[in-house]
């Protein structure tokens, strides 16, 4: 490992002014998260590996994405590091691009798996002011796996629920916490026009062009076994195993059910501004295999 390899480690930071952690617990996971990570990254040899990013946005499927690719031979997946909430994240959310970089390359090192990933939500990386730009410079031979959800509304929904509820994924033998929300029609249009930008911005830049896998999380939970065996594996050069699925789903009522105003805003839940759907520019339209 070269010196300036060595200077581009993130210790934790004393300005203890820019660090939101007020939970113990989670401070405390984040020191022992950092005392292991430095551990590995000082005693153990840095190998060459394959990087791979998730990029998503909040209930769009990742965790269940995530769930399966953890289960393939020789991959590797870490969560959000980028998120200050959890204890592989970083102090901030809002990180200077290098400091979120270096951050990112930090966490990756601490596998030996050949496939090293993690996932990195758009709104985080708008945080930092980081683009795809800056990931292809800093890892030029990352492959990316881009997820979204068809239904925006019930994206929408979901995310209002578990933001109201504290509950973000649902395992086996968990109880589901429900309650209903309030939103209004301008509310949806900011969020549905803002994940459309953002979604777009990625899904057109040429430096992901030819090494990524684009997918909805309605197509992923129709047909598993054929995005990983045909299409995520391939990329990434490994064999396939059947994943077993160990993520429920929360959402699992009609919006009228989960819309305390459903019949004021039921027009624009159902109208086109709340579907999307993509492909990657200059790629022949694929036989997908929809929800």
């Known amino acids: 490992m070269s010196d300036s390899e060595a200077d581009t480690i993130p210790f934790p930071t004393n300005d203890q002014a820019a660090v939101p952690r007020t939970n113990l617990r989670l401070r405390w996971n984040w020191f022992k998260?950092?005392?292991?990570?430095?551990?590995?990254?000082?005693?153990?040899?840095?190998?060459?590996y394959q990087p791979l990013f998730v990029i998503a946005t909040w209930r769009s499927g990742s965790n269940l994405l995530l769930s399966h690719l953890k289960q393939?031979?020789?991959?590797?997946?870490?969560?959000?590091?980028l998120c200050s909430n959890l204890p592989i994240g970083p102090t901030r959310d809002?990180?200077?691009?290098?400091?979120?970089?270096?951050?990112?390359?930090?966490?990756?090192?601490?596998d030996r798996t050949p496939v090293r990933g993690c996932k990195l939500?758009?709104?985080?990386?708008?945080?930092c002011n980081l683009a795809l730009d800056d990931l292809h410079a800093a890892?030029?031979?990352?492959?990316?796996?881009?997820?979204y959800r068809e239904s925006l509304a019930e994206q929408f929904v979901?995310?209002?629920?578990?933001?109201?509820?504290?509950?973000?994924?649902?395992?086996?033998?968990?109880?589901?916490?429900?309650?209903?929300?309030?939103?209004?029609?301008?509310?949806?249009?900011?969020?549905?026009?803002?994940?459309?930008?953002?979604?777009?911005?990625?899904?057109?830049?040429?430096?992901?062009q030819g090494k990524t896998v684009l997918l909805s999380y309605e197509e992923l939970t129709a047909d598993p076994n054929y995005w990983l065996e045909q299409q995520i594996c391939p990329l990434l050069n490994v064999t396939f195993t059947a994943p077993e699925t160990r993520i429920r789903k929360q959402s699992t009522r009609p919006l009228a059910q989960q819309i305390t105003n459903y019949s004021e805003i039921a027009p624009l839940l159902h109208s086109p501004l709340c579907r999307q759907k993509y492909h990657l520019p200059g790629q022949q339209q694929q036989i997908r295999r929809a929800a």
């Not at 393939?72 to 590091?81: G, K, N, R």
């Not at 270096?102 to 966490?107: A, E, S």
Request: glycine letters at 2%.
């Open 94 to 110: 809002c990180l200077p691009a290098p400091q979120a970089l270096q951050h990112i390359r930090f966490c990756l090192q601490g």
């Open 139 to 147: 890892f030029p031979a990352a492959k990316y796996i881009i997820l």
């Open 72 to 81: 393939q031979p020789a991959v590797a997946m870490l969560s959000e590091v």
């Open 158 to 208: 979901s995310l209002q629920i578990a933001q109201a509820t504290r509950q973000f994924r649902l395992h086996d033998g968990e109880q589901q916490r429900q309650t209903k929300i309030t939103t209004t029609a301008a509310e949806v249009r900011n969020y549905c026009n803002d994940l459309r930008r953002r979604y777009h911005t990625v899904i057109h830049n040429p430096a992901i």
């Open 33 to 48: 998260m950092r005392a292991r990570l430095l551990q590995k990254w000082w005693l153990r040899p840095h190998q060459a």
């Open 121 to 127: 939500m758009l709104h985080h990386l708008s945080n």
